[in-house]
Every structure is written in C-alpha cells, then in structure tokens.
C-alpha cells in the first residue's frame, strides 16, 4: 500500500504512473506491465520491420535499438488492462513515449 510504480504499455501506448493499493487478495501487487498478445517467436514470423515502422511513425515515436520480438503490436491494450486492476492501483499520471531506447 502506497508504493509508487510505472505500468509501462509499448512503446507506442501509454505508461501508466500508480499508488498501490495493498490490495492482500493479488498479494499486495500488481501487473508490470501491458503483457504480451504474441510470443517474441510468433512475432519474428508474424510482424516486419517495415509494418513497425509504420506504426512507431503513426506514433511519432522515435526507437533507438529493438527487434521485431519487441514489435508495439505484440501487447494487450493497456487500457484494458489498467481497468482490470483499479482494486490494485489508483492511477496518478499517464505519460505517451516519444523516444524508446531497447537492447539488440
């Protein structure tokens, strides 16, 4: 309870900024994140660098690094996940990435 946190989403979705709940139910935690629609495998043979592209563009993001296992399309929708735990976390902030750093 109290503890503060960052729920990231991709690299094109919001993050979320959160105070924990303490909610003893999920084991006083929370998600870490957006989670993953596709495995990094079924990415590599699902998603191309080009149609990434595309999408960090539409975004105006700007990626140094990354893999197509990394691709923005491979997660959940964060929104829907943050709604799925508001017995968890009260959201304090969101903030949108527009420069995303990622190991190769």
Request: hydrophobic letters at 35%; proline letters at 4%.
């Amino acid at each position: 309870e109290g503890q503060l946190g960052i729920i990231p989403g991709s690299m094109t979705a919001p993050g979320y900024i959160v105070r924990g709940k303490g909610n003893a139910e999920s084991l006083n935690s929370a998600s870490h994140g957006a989670g993953r629609l596709f495995s990094r495998a079924k990415c590599k043979s699902t998603f191309t660098q080009s149609e990434i592209n595309k999408v960090l563009k539409a975004n105006e993001v700007t990626l140094i690094g990354g893999n197509i296992d990394e691709a923005p399309m491979a997660y959940k929708d964060i929104t829907k996940v943050m709604e799925n735990q508001c017995d968890l976390v009260e959201v304090l902030g969101t903030f949108t990435p527009k420069i995303v750093r990622m190991d190769r």
